[in-house]
């Protein structure tokens, strides 16, 4: 079975904060991405990566970033938290077509 | 742009009752198409897709799709639910984009099944 990794499910953290959500797959696949996830707005893409060192915009990237060093990691940066980016963010990689999600981290920001 | 439309956001059906949750896309090509489902506090898993072929899809759980081109729907139905099936359900269409095939989620649909 596919499995995805994520590194906490939850996660408090302070305004200005720099926080780091890795995700990690075991299958080897290409593509991997990151979602945030909110009541009312289903899941929203963040960024996503189809190879190692290399890397997308998705739908809201603004006050993130992104870094793949290995095929197997992908890790999402939040630079200088803040309160609305408290949200359930998904990690998920992909074969054909079809994404392999990770259990997501519940992230607060105080 | 992309779109899909899941028009209910909240659906109860009793125990053993038969359960349709819509899914509607705006896309410029026939899509990839996708439903997913998330109980409280996990990840997502997949229930069934459709790429071509059979518009009858079948997926796990008992759960069927039929995707239909002329209504750009593609509603998820099961003949008979089970209390384990509360949970949320997603419905996605994938995108191309660069090298990567994006995922466009509708925002969902919040399942609750009475005993």
């Known amino acids: 079975d596919v499995k995805v990794t994520q590194s906490s499910r939850y996660l408090v953290k302070r305004t200005g904060e720099k926080v780091f959500l890795e995700c990690v797959q075991d299958?080897?696949?290409?593509?991997m991405f990151w979602y945030r996830q909110d009541p009312g707005l289903g899941l929203r893409l963040i960024y996503f990566s189809y190879d190692v060192k290399m890397k997308e915009k998705g739908d809201i990237p603004e006050g993130y970033s992104v870094s793949r060093e290995k095929k197997e990691r992908f890790s999402l940066i939040l630079e200088s938290a803040s309160t609305n980016q408290t949200s359930m963010y998904l990690c998920?990689?992909?074969?054909?077509?079809?994404?392999?999600f990770g259990p997501g981290t519940r992230l607060t920001v105080l | 742009a992309q779109s899909v439309t899941q028009p209910d956001i909240h659906i109860t059906v009793s125990e053993g009752a038969s359960l349709e949750l819509r899914c509607n896309y705006s896309?410029?090509?026939?899509?990839?198409l996708f439903w997913y489902v998330q109980s409280p506090g996990q990840g997502l898993q997949l229930l069934l897709k459709?790429?071509?072929?059979?518009?009858l899809v079948q997926g796990i759980k008992g759960f069927e799709a039929e995707f239909k081109r002329s209504q750009s729907s593609f509603n998820l139905r099961k003949p008979s639910v089970h209390w384990s099936d509360a949970a949320e359900y997603f419905c996605?269409?994938?995108?191309?984009?660069?090298?990567?095939?994006?995922?466009?989620f509708g925002s969902g649909t919040q399942l609750t099944v009475l005993p």
């Open positions: 896309y410029g090509a026939t899509p990839y």
């Open positions: 459709y790429f071509s072929g059979d518009t």
């Open positions: 299958m080897d696949h290409e593509n």
């Open positions: 998920a990689s992909s074969l054909n077509n079809e994404q392999f």
């Open positions: 996605a269409v994938v995108l191309l984009s660069g090298s990567a095939r994006q995922l466009t």
